[in-house]
Structure formats: structure tokens, C-alpha cells
């Protein structure tokens, strides 16, 4: 399969709808595939959606827009009536739809759910927020009865006949109450004989979620267990839904996106970039500029504290950007190590001591070693040995501080619940700045006699 050239497709399909040639421009979108067509589509005008989308069947329209951000398919959505928004979202698979209706403003939302002939399978996700297992879930599934032989199980597959391969790689065994049971995968339910009753041969363990899980605790139990499905349950402990592998990618990508854009010190988009506004993208951003503005005034008030040291040692103002620079980076490489060892679990919030107690010797290896390079440098620059050592033991002091605050920050944040990453980078370095000229400046007025 080669890689499709999005320009390419487009002029294509411009040029046949130019011509009015509707037919023409569906086949080329139909030649490639459902990732493919969203990019397409999420590149052209909304006059040419209205016109291109409608000629292709409901099915393949629901399948573009299952590919599509929620707030990209709305967009798309909004360009069509609302019985072609009907015919589609009614083809797509529940979950997808309530995510596409939970996007939507709510009396559009609700105006195709009233036109909807089976909206049952979609309301109660609808009641669940979108980050947790509820919200996830798909209730389109099968579940088999424990008292079922396994000729009677194959049946019901073959009646249900689902589109989504991923929900027959495991099934999952209920008893009279709906209440989870057991699982068997597909391969032991073939090959068991026919008159076998389920509950002989199905596997008692299952790993499942409560509905209210956070969809980060879903994903980390799929991916650390190589599960395909999750499978959702009420407080009864009755089987409601379940969580497939699909799902879990893009929630890890939504997740790894939010925490990249906090990295930079940035509230996550609402939207993808292109398609946020540049009002968007400055609000997002301004909050915590202004934060870190406000902060690094901090760093002007120690120099004004320390003015009288400077005037008494100008060779001092010479390392400030190397000491500064190489705290805020020492930090910001604790913290990004910290932040990612909590959100894959290799470290847990009660670690906090461990964790500290690691980089606090981290620090001083680092420390020393760049102690070592400090000094040499100092005296490159003919400062002598006194200003030297004072910067040789800030260095050391500040590099052993700023990796002790990124070790203990992000996990105090995680204990407040409040995302770790909001002490990443940007805001780990305003901080160091201004605590390691204090360090700088108290060295140098101990060492120098300032």
C-alpha cells in the first residue's frame, strides 16, 4: 500500500467537482481507505463536504468520521441537514456516536437523537463523562450464558455478526442476572465439543472496570495485560459495555498530546491546531505566560537583593546564565522523567520518598561532574581560584536542589490530583532561576566574604 498524497486527491477531486462530475469525485474518495478519506475531507471546504459526503452511502460516511476528531466530524456534521446527520451517525457504532453527539451543542445533539429509530444503544453513554470507562465503552456487544453449549454459542456469533472484529477475539459469560461470569476466546469456543455447556470451559478470571474508571486507568490495565476488549461493569457488578483496543489508542494519543502541549506550558487544544483559532490558541497560552512572567520577576528581585555583592564582584554576573541554565535544565530533565514514570505506573505516588532519595544522588553525581567542568571553565576566564570555587559549589549545590524539587514537585501534584505537567518544563526552570541565583549569591557571600 503506497502512501495516499493528500494535494494530490484534492486537485483531483476539485477538478471533477468543478466539472459537476459527482460520481466521479465519490469513486476517487471510495479508491481509498477510511483514515485516508478523513484527511481529505478534513482539508476541503465546507461547501464541497455538503456536496461530496451526501453521494457516498451512510455506511462509508460513518466510517470517515469514526476517523475523525470529535470536533472535526461536528464540523463536518454542521455542513450537512439534519436527516443526512441522521442517516449517518445512525450507522455508526455506539460509542462513536455518543462521542459525536457529547461534541455536538446540545440541541443539534438532540435533535438527532429524537431522529434516531434505535437512539436506546446510545443514551446511556451519553450519561457518562467522556474520560472515563462509561464514556468509552461500546454497548454493542454479545455476551453468552453460562448454561449455553458451545454449539449454541457459535449460533449466537453467527446471528450476531459484528463489524468490529476486535469484539469476537474474546467472549465474554454472563449468568441469568447479566452479571460477568467468565470469558472464552473465540479458538477454545470452536474447538470444544458442541454439547459442552460454557461454564465448563470458560475462564472464571476476568480482568474488568467499574464505570466510572478513568479511561488512563482503562488504557494502562490494556496495555500492561495485552488486552484486546475490557470489559465494563455497573455497581451490581452486571455487564454494560466494553472497551476496545481501538479506543485505548486514541485515548493514549489524546493523553500524550494534552501532556506534550502542557510540557510547553500550554492549555491542551479543544481542537487540532489548524483548526483552532489563533483566539484559541493565544488563550490557551496567555494564562500561563503571564503566570511565568509574573514568576520570573523573582529572578530581577535576588539580583536587586544581592546588588551590593554584584558591584563587589562583577566576575559574579558572568556565570549567571551558565548556573541558571544548567539548574532549569537539570530540573526539567528530573521532571520529565518523574511525569513519565507515573503515567506508565512505574512509580506510584506513595514512591515519593524513593523517588526522591534516587535523584538526590542522581544530583550529586551530576553535580559533581559538572562542578568539575565549572571550575576549569572559571578559571579559563582568569577568575581565579575564589570565584572559581564559588562556582565549582553552586553548581554542585543548585544541580543536587533543582533535582530534588523535580522529583518531589510532580509527585506532590499527582497527591492534589492536579496534572503533573503543570510543574514541567517552563515552570521547573522560572523556579530554579530564582532559587539558584539565592544559592549562587549565598555561596559567593559565604566563600567571598561579600
Not at 456534521?77 to 457529547?102: F, G, H, N, R
Not at 551530576?366 to 553548581?395: C, D, H, K, Q, Y
Amino acid at each position: 500500500m503506497q502512501v495516499v498524497d493528500i494535494d494530490r486527491v484534492l486537485n483531483q477531486l476539485r477538478a471533477a467537482l468543478s466539472n459537476d462530475d459527482l460520481e466521479r469525485a465519490a469513486t476517487i474518495l471510495q479508491e481509498l481507505w477510511p483514515p485516508d478519506q478523513a484527511d481529505v475531507l478534513v482539508e476541503m471546504y465546507s461547501g464541497e463536504v455538503a456536496v461530496l459526503l451526501p453521494a457516498l452511502p451512510p455506511e462509508e460516511s460513518a466510517d470517515i468520521l469514526e476517523e475523525m476528531t470529535d470536533a472535526a466530524a461536528t464540523e463536518v456534521l454542521a455542513v450537512l441537514s439534519t436527516d443526512q446527520a441522521v442517516q449517518i451517525v445512525a450507522e455508526m457504532e455506539p460509542d462513536e456516536a455518543a462521542d459525536l453527539l457529547s461534541a455536538m451543542e446540545p440541541a443539534q445533539a438532540q435533535q438527532v437523537l429524537d431522529l434516531l429509530d434505535d437512539p436506546d444503544e446510545i443514551r446511556p453513554l451519553l450519561l457518562h463523562p467522556d474520560d472515563s470507562a462509561g464514556g468509552l465503552m461500546t454497548s454493542d456487544f454479545l455476551a453468552l450464558r453460562r448454561q449455553m453449549t458451545a454449539a449454541e454459542g457459535l449460533d449466537a456469533i453467527r446471528r450476531w455478526q459484528p463489524e468490529d472484529d476486535e469484539l469476537l477475539s474474546v467472549l465474554y459469560v454472563v449468568d441469568r442476572f447479566g452479571q460477568l461470569s467468565g470469558q472464552i476466546n473465540l479458538h477454545r469456543l470452536i474447538l470444544a465439543n458442541p454439547t459442552t455447556p460454557i461454564i465448563d470451559i470458560m475462564t472464571p478470571e476476568v480482568i474488568s472496570v467499574p464505570l466510572g474508571t478513568d479511561q488512563e486507568v482503562c488504557a494502562r490495565l490494556m496495555s500492561r495485560y495485552d488486552l484486546t476488549t475490557l470489559p465494563v461493569v455497573d455497581g451490581t457488578y452486571r455487564l454494560v459495555g466494553l472497551i476496545t483496543v481501538d479506543d485505548v489508542i486514541d485515548v493514549l494519543v489524546a493523553e500524550a498530546t494534552e501532556d506534550i502541549q502542557r510540557l510547553g506550558a500550554s492549555e491542551p487544544l479543544d481542537k487540532p491546531y489548524l483548526a483552532s483559532s489563533v483566539w484559541d490558541v493565544t488563550r490557551k497560552r496567555l494564562g500561563w505566560l503571564l503566570l511565568l512572567f509574573l514568576t520570573e520577576t523573582l529572578t530581577g528581585s535576588v539580583l536587586r537583593h544581592f546588588e551590593g555583592e554584584l558591584q563587589a564582584a562583577v566576575a559574579l554576573s558572568f556565570f549567571i546564565p551558565l548556573l541558571i541554565g544548567t539548574g532549569g535544565n537539570a530540573g526539567s530533565q528530573t521532571t520529565s522523567t518523574i511525569i513519565r514514570a507515573l503515567a506508565t505506573g512505574d512509580i506510584q505516588k506513595r514512591d515519593w520518598f524513593r523517588g526522591f532519595w534516587h535523584e538526590l544522588r542522581v544530583g550529586l553525581l551530576l553535580g559533581g561532574a559538572m562542578a568539575l567542568i565549572a571550575f576549569g571553565r572559571a578559571l579559563l576566564w582568569g577568575t581565579g581560584n575564589p570565584i572559581a570555587l564559588t562556582v565549582s559549589a553552586a553548581i554542585l549545590t543548585i544541580v543536587i536542589w533543582s533535582n530534588i524539587l523535580g522529583s518531589l514537585l510532580p509527585m506532590i501534584a499527582a497527591r492534589l490530583r492536579i496534572d503533573p505537567t503543570v510543574v514541567s518544563g517552563p515552570a521547573m526552570s522560572t523556579l530554579v532561576d530564582a532559587t539558584g541565583l539565592f544559592i549562587y549569591f549565598t555561596i559567593a557571600r559565604l566563600f567571598l566574604g561579600l
